[in-house]
């Protein structure tokens, strides 16, 4: 039997995506990034984003379609984010969704972001083993790291996701951004900021480590970011040249980030010892060091490690088709007609 295969779209955010999926395969996956649009103004600018979206969706579609060498008329269901994200990028995908299904008579899967990040480790195509059969891999853990999110989740199966930890006020991407906004990085300053840490030196420059002392997994970053620009105007202040301490100013930051969410995945995998695997996801995902470290440290407990391939941490459409397609999988229909029209956008889902 073939796969059926599934269209996801995602415009939550500031990259508009449409990927074709076969059961979990990735068939083709577009991303149209506006990265270089919103540098301009120091972050994303919601109707910027809107207007680009609009004007950028056909293309990613019809490419999207082509690159999988399938016409829509084979499609079975269109996955679609419809939250969390920017209430106004979020709708584009979502009229384009219902255009779609009207015209051709598909119906619609509504996908929660979030849910394509923490599942994207089960793509084909991505890293770890035995993947080829996800029924072992429950119980497992799930930690998010992204832009606007950090969070640690139980997942008992697909559609069952228990929330033991999250941020309670900045997420790491947003804290990794705001620090790199405070060395002039421009925006997004992350992936910067990771670049410049690998050159300092550890211990030169500390920052104190969030939450190291609760009992709970939860996490905060605004600490972190508070610290980064006092230590920044006193080094400023000496008049000591920027580039003798920015890149051990990163490193500290970065030993910070990731000792706190060390303590906390290890307090997590600790207090849920019927788990056998860790998912991981999100944007904060690109830096490699990031990804080896908490790598290594899952597999210190002989834990299974799964995380996506590159192109699938930052956002992208294959992860909501992905989401769609397990969830039919589990017997969700879709919709259509009526029950479609009533579908909206959700800003502040959450799992
Ligand atoms: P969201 O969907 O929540 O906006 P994404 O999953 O798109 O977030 O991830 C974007 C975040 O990832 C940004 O905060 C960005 O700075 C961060 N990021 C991307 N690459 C790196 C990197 N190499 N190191 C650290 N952070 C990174
Ligand atoms: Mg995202």
């Keep these: ?10 415009t939550s955010c500031d990259d508009t995506s449409i990927a074709v999926l076969s059961g979990r395969r990735v068939l083709s996956s577009i ?20 207007r680009e979206h609009e004007k950028n969706i056909p293309n990613v579609f019809e490419e999207a379609l082509k690159k999988a060498r399938v016409n829509i008329e084979n499609i079975e269901y269109i996955a679609v984010t419809y939250g969390p994200g920017l209430a106004i990028d979020l709708e584009v995908g979502i009229t384009f969704a219902k255009e779609l299904s009207k015209k051709y008579n598909i119906p619609v899967l509504p996908v929660n972001h979030m849910e394509g ?25 799930g930690l998010l790291i ?3 999110h950090t969070e640690i989740l139980r997942v ?10 999250q941020t309670l006020d900045d997420a790491a991407g947003e804290a990794f951004d705001k620090v790199g906004r405070i ?31 609760s009992s709970d997994l939860n996490f905060s970053f605004s600490g972190i970011k508070t610290a980064a620009l006092y230590k920044s105007k006193e080094l400023r202040e000496q008049g000591i040249p920027e580039k003798e301490w920015v ?42 060091e990031i990804l080896r470290k908490v790598g290594k440290l899952v597999r210190s ?51």
């Design 146 to 148: 992204s832009g606007k």
């Design 247 to 288: 890149y051990d100013f990163c490193r500290g930051f970065v030993d910070a980030v990731f000792e706190s969410i060390a303590i906390k995945l290890s307090k997590a995998i600790e207090g849920n010892p019927e788990v056998s695997t860790v998912l991981v996801g999100g944007g904060v995902f690109n830096s490699e």
């Design 156 to 165: 008992d199966e697909i559609g069952k996701y228990e929330k033991l930890g």
């Design 183 to 213: 060395l002039n990085f421009g925006y997004p300053g992350g992936p910067i900021l990771s670049e410049f840490a690998k050159k300092g030196k550890s211990g030169v420059i500390k920052f104190p480590v969030p939450m190291r002392n």
């Design 301 to 351: 407990y002989s834990l299974n490690f799964y995380y996506p391939k590159k192109e699938y941490r930052g956002d992208n459409g294959a992860m909501i088709a992905l989401v769609g397609y397990l969830h039919t999988e589990e017997n969700v229909k879709g919709l259509l007609g009526e029950e479609l029209d009533s579908l909206d956008r959700n800003p502040r889902l959450s799992l």
């Design 117 to 141: 990040h923490l599942l994207s480790p089960l793509l084909l195509n991505s890293y770890g083993s035995g993947l080829e059969s996800i029924e072992d891999i429950f119980p497992s853990l």
């Design 31 to 50: 991303v149209s990034s506006q990265l270089e649009i919103h540098a301009e103004y120091g972050g994303i600018v919601p109707n910027i984003a809107r």
């Design 1 to 10: 039997m073939k796969d059926r295969l599934v269209l996801g779209i995602d």
